[in-house]
């Protein structure tokens, strides 16, 4: 919500491109690990890290930056540890007019773990990261700013209060179809085999 507020209020200026890496090794400290590795079993998982971890990094962008209107990439096994792809680019452009490339790789050696995400503007930047300990580094003309957001104590609790909400009849729902569909579509469309 920061992150948006940021990019309304003109603190960057006109956004015009985002650089999105994630990249991590085979035995992730921010995935975490069960019994049967679920999460790389593309029969279990839908295919693995990278459709577990990006639908949260690409909602958001698509929240923050509009509908995709040209989209295209790729998704391949590289390193061949599980059966699923470990290695997905992809590209996108918004109506907003924001263009996006991404590069996920989920088999890097350690020294080369980076969850980093590059916002920037006509006047300036934004690099946040998406897991963990929220970080938010704004840079512009007015030097650099870090903006530290801090974790719930249940990283999910906000969201399930929001969902529950919407069963309630409390609000709207947190996540619509029409939201999710678009997201996966991005996915579908980043992770085509080559």
Known sequence: MKVGELIRSGAIGEPLMVQLDML???KSKIITETHDNWRVNPALSGGGLFHDLSPHQLD??????????LANGFGYNQRQFNAADDCVHG???????VVLQGRWHYAVAPAQTRDLCEIIGTTGKLTINFFGQQVIRL??????????????QHIQQPM?????????GERDNPCSVTEAKAVMELIDCFSRPI
Not at 60 to 69: D, R
């Open 139 to 152: 840079t512009n003309s007015n030097g650099e700013q870090e903006i530290i957001i801090p974790n719930p």
């Open 60 to 69: 958001l962008i698509i929240y923050w930056f509009g509908s995709v209107v």
């Open 24 to 26: 991590q090794p085979a």
């Open 91 to 97: 590209w996108a452009k918004f109506d907003s007019g």
């Open 160 to 168: 399930i209060e929001q969902v529950n909400s919407y069963f309630r």
